[in-house]
C-alpha cells in the first residue's frame, strides 16, 4: 500500500478531481498491490477479465514474499478489477477508459 499511497499523492499534487478508475495490465505486485490505496473511495478497478483468477493463485505466495512491503494492511493486499465489467482488453484515448466488446 505504501507504494499506491505515494502514487495518490503525487497524483493530488497534479489534480484533485476524483480517482475513477485503476487500471491493472497484469497480476504483478508492482502492478496490483497499489489497487489497496484507491479502494475506499469507490475507484473502479479494470482488468482482463482472467486478471482476478491470476491474482487468486499467486496471491498466498507474493503476500509472503512482500509483507514488510504490505504491512498490517497484507490480508488485504489484493484488490481485484470489478468482476461485472467483463472486459478482454481495454486501452485509453485522452484519460478516458474505453472498452472494445466484452467477452
Known sequence: MTV???FKVAI??????????VINTHWHPDHTFGNLAFK????????HV????????????????HADDLGANRSAAFVPP????????CYCVRDHPRTPTPT
Do not use: W
Not at 40 to 47: I, K
Not at 50 to 58: A, F, S, T
Open 50 to 65: 482472467n486478471l482476478p483468477g491470476k491474482m487468486q493463485v499467486h496471491e498466498n505466495n507474493l503476500i509472503s514474499s
Open 40 to 47: 475506499a473511495s469507490g475507484t473502479v478497478f479494470v482488468g
Open 12 to 21: 493530488r499534487k497534479v489534480t484533485k478531481l476524483p480517482i475513477c478508475y
Open 4 to 6: 499506491g499511497n505515494a
Open 82 to 89: 470489478t468482476p461485472d465489467l467483463g472486459v478482454a482488453s
